[in-house]
């Protein structure tokens, strides 16, 4: 059969399919940690995400759309793994339900499917979560590699929720030891491995850094985007910590707790909500991490990564308009 088509006549075995199941790879490492430090309340918070994703895909689909199936891409598998990686351990399931709705239903599928969405939609389902939900997103369970069947749950205040309340005087050289021994803030090892409390995905930068290796090895993401994020927080926080010798601006503590790490490898690299070209993504990414650093030091909110890429987002457009890759096969862009 004869194909008429318009140039250029290319064939890549790049496909969408196998650009998720990388993803889903580069994402297992921190979910084998999730579930190592926080046991069986971890591991059924990510397969209730997973599988609700899942099904609110199909559900949608199937019955409203009437259309062929499009679970078998792996991207609802990925959408239930970010959500999960954003939530805490001691997550109700039926909250967890309803946020894989509305990453789903309202943040991905009411814009025409994959690709179409304007917004990341674990993004979406973690910040309604957060604003409806404000006590269940904030009680985070504290690492127990011990008991992994939680026999004997207990919480404790986040790395970046303790230094928000620190006092503004507080000086690197004169209270960090005090800190450390009143509010036990973990040491850089620990939350470079994983031992502490936050969300399931967020905890350990080794499992985040070793899927984020893996997929720019794959070409699956560029560096551009997570190099730029976490050297803009890197370069503020340094400045500030360097001006004032004030702990809550520790850089490599913010580099390393929180959602950071994750935000910048796994969710600000998203094809479909964040901009197309080199230049566009290095505005982006610059975006993302002062709007990080504002939300953390300058609002209410201890952590800032899922606003500062939900309005990132929303610029991508106007980002794209002027800054768009070029035309292939000629000098113009």
Not at 85 to 101: K, R
Not at 137 to 165: C, E, R, S, Y
Not at 323 to 333: A, E, F, L, M
Request: hydrophobic content about 55%.
């Amino acid at each position: 059969m004869l194909k008429v088509a318009t140039a250029p006549h290319m064939f890549s075995p790049l496909d969408t399919k196998r650009l998720m199941r990388d993803v889903v790879i580069a994402l297992m490492p921190a979910a084998v940690v999730a579930v190592f430090f926080f046991g069986l309340n971890a591991l059924t918070v990510i397969l209730t995400s997973v599988a609700a994703c899942v099904m609110w895909e199909y559900l949608f689909v199937h019955y409203l759309l009437k259309q062929k199936s499009t679970i078998n891409n792996y991207s609802a598998i990925i959408t239930g793994m970010l959500l999960a990686f954003n939530l805490p351990a001691t997550m109700p399931l039926w909250m967890v339900l309803i946020g894989a709705f509305m990453a789903i239903v309202v943040a991905k599928m009411a814009f025409g499917g994959l690709g179409k969405n304007i917004f990341n939609p674990a993004l979406v389902g973690r910040v309604f979560l957060f604003i409806s939900f404000p006590v269940q997103m904030t009680m985070w369970m504290k690492p127990n590699w011990h008991d992994f069947f939680n026999t004997d749950v207990q919480t404790a205040a986040t790395t970046l929720g303790i230094l928000k309340h620190l006092d503004a005087s507080s000086s690197a050289t004169s209270l960090t030891h005090e800190v450390e021994a009143v509010h036990d803030i973990p040491n850089y090892l620990q939350m470079f491995v994983g031992y502490t409390g936050g969300s399931l995905g967020e905890v350990s930068a080794l499992a985040l850094l070793v899927g984020g290796a893996y997929l720019l090895l794959r070409r699956v993401i560029t560096w551009h985007v997570p190099f730029y994020y976490l050297a803009t927080m890197l370069i503020l926080t340094s400045a500030m910590w360097l001006l004032t010798d004030d702990v809550r601006y520790e850089p490599l503590t913010h580099l390393l707790s929180g959602g950071l790490m994750l935000g910048a490898i796994f969710m600000a690299t998203d094809y479909a909500t964040s901009p197309m070209s080199v230049k566009g993504k290095i505005i982006f990414a610059i975006g993302c991490g002062l709007l990080t650093f504002i939300i953390r030091f300058y609002s209410a909110y201890p952590e800032g990564v899922s606003f500062a890429i939900l309005i990132m987002n929303a610029f991508v457009p106007l980002i794209d308009k002027f800054y768009y890759p070029r035309v292939y096969g000629t000098g113009r862009k």
